[in-house]
């Protein structure tokens, strides 16, 4: 019921726009993780339902920016300035938390993944 789209091959500097189709999820908090190879997943963005709440890591914090649009069922990750380190598996994510999350443990359904490999 998420379904990520959007990942793939871009250079550093350059930009990407992730797609999560989340079904039935529109009044949950929800997020945008990623993992790459030998490191564990990691929260990078999370929106609250309705969007007045957002959290970032520091890593990405003024190139990436995560939306969502309720009436579609679905959010957005833009990212700008990418870098070689973005590249990861990207999963979008859904937690019944009251507040906002960025923890693994504390989302609750997962996509399948979409990857974004940056390259020099």
């Known amino acids: 019921q998420l379904v990520e789209s959007g990942g793939g091959l871009v250079q550093a500097g350059g930009s990407l726009r992730l797609s999560c189709a989340a079904s039935v999820y529109s009044k949950y908090i929800m997020g945008w993780f990623r993992q790459a190879p030998g490191k564990e997943r990691e929260c990078v963005a999370a929106i609250n339902w309705s969007g007045g709440t957002t959290y970032y890591a520091d890593s990405v914090k003024g190139r990436f920016t995560i939306s969502r649009d309720n009436a579609k069922n679905s959010i957005y990750l833009q990212m700008n300035s990418l870098k070689l380190e973005d590249t990861a598996v990207y999963y979008c994510?859904?937690?019944?938390?009251?507040?906002?999350?960025?923890?693994?443990?504390?989302?609750?359904?997962w996509g399948q993944g979409t990857q974004v490999t940056v390259s020099s």
């Open positions: 994510a859904v937690s019944r938390q009251s507040v906002l999350r960025r923890t693994v443990k504390d989302y609750d359904d």
